[in-house]
């Protein structure tokens, strides 16, 4: 199993910028999927951006071409840029991993996850 420790979250006003960063430590796995998510108060986690096995990068809607995700394979850390923060970005921010079979070219249900890190938008 894979402990993930994230980071980087805060309070900023709308329009500004934070970076998160995701630590993953133990036995990390050959193939797997990572990302991040995101849960505000009364409402369901939803994804924010994931790294697939095969370096796909995806990102929700709302996100796209405001928050861009990369990952250092070296130092196992995985980060999410973003930028031009609303509001309706405020939440829990998780990091999340799942190992992926050698075979499969989609990502299994992620059962892996940090702890969270918190991110307040002010208007």
């Known amino acids: 199993q894979v402990q993930l420790r994230e980071s980087g979250g805060g309070s900023v006003q709308a329009g500004g910028s934070l970076r998160l960063s995701c630590v993953a430590s133990?036995?990390?796995?050959?193939?797997?999927?990572i990302g991040w998510f995101r849960q505000a108060p009364d409402t369901e986690r939803e994804g924010v951006a994931t790294?697939?096995?095969?370096?796909?990068?995806r990102y929700a809607h709302p996100v796209q071409g405001r928050f861009n995700i990369s990952k250092d394979n070296v130092e196992n850390v995985v980060y999410l840029q973003m930028n031009n923060l609303n509001p309706e970005d405020t939440g829990m921010y998780y990091c999340?991993?799942?190992?992926?079979?050698?075979?499969?070219?989609?990502?299994?249900?992620?059962?892996?996850w940090g702890q969270g890190t918190q991110v307040t938008v002010s208007s």
């Open positions: 133990g036995n990390m796995y050959s193939r797997y999927c």
């Open positions: 790294i697939d096995a095969d370096g796909i990068i």
């Open positions: 999340a991993a799942v190992a992926v079979p050698s075979y499969a070219h989609y990502c299994p249900p992620y059962d892996d």
